[in-house]
């Protein structure tokens, strides 16, 4: 939506300040929080899959969204303190598909792991759930292993990304099938 934004301005040969930007990502924040207020898209089964999983393992969220836009959608699912940690997107964070977000949560987890007395992770024993090939070829590049999930692309895209596993929805997932394909 920004992306199109600034391609707007620039056909219309005005410029774009940070304050008509910050003004278009708060009006685009606020539809997004009306379209979703009462009915928020989430496949069946995926909350109680991302319960039972964070009863098992240490999850994160590494998404290019920002950090407002999270809360709310996790906030209105009731999964606020399902996660461990969150990344966003910010400044001088590289947007996937370059590995820097996936980088950046395995060392904030292995920070909180540290503080936790727990032996730190090497990115092979990390799971990466995505949607889109930019963030299949992320995970991929930062060494972790992944789940594609086919809700905004095909099965075929996943895999030409390079994930391990193509699902169509989470909720037929389970923790003991996570840890026996994975573990």
Not at 65 to 79: F, P, Q, T
Request: aromatic share 4%; charged share 25%.
């Amino acid at each position: 939506m920004l992306l199109l934004s600034g391609h707007a301005y620039a056909r219309a040969n005005k410029s774009l300040s940070d304050e008509t930007m910050r003004e278009v990502v708060e009006r685009e924040h606020a539809k997004h929080r009306e379209l979703i207020a009462d009915d928020l898209p989430v496949p069946a089964g995926v909350i109680s899959f991302i319960k039972d999983v964070a009863r098992h393992y240490d999850l994160g969220i590494v998404s290019m969204a920002e950090r407002s836009e999270i809360d709310h959608v996790l906030k209105l699912a009731g999964i606020t303190h399902e996660f461990l940690l969150i990344v966003s997107a910010a400044p001088g964070l590289k947007h996937k598909p370059a590995p820097d977000c996936y980088c950046r949560a395995l060392e904030l987890l292995n920070e909180q792991r540290r503080s936790r007395r727990h032996l730190p992770l090497p990115p092979t024993e990390c799971l990466v759930i995505e949607d889109a090939p930019p963030g299949v070829e992320a995970a991929r590049g930062a060494g972790m292993r992944t789940i594609g999930v086919t809700t905004t692309v095909a099965e075929a895209r996943l895999r030409a990304a390079g994930a391990d596993i193509v699902t169509p929805n989470l909720g037929d997932w389970s923790t003991a099938a996570i840890h026996h394909l994975f573990g």
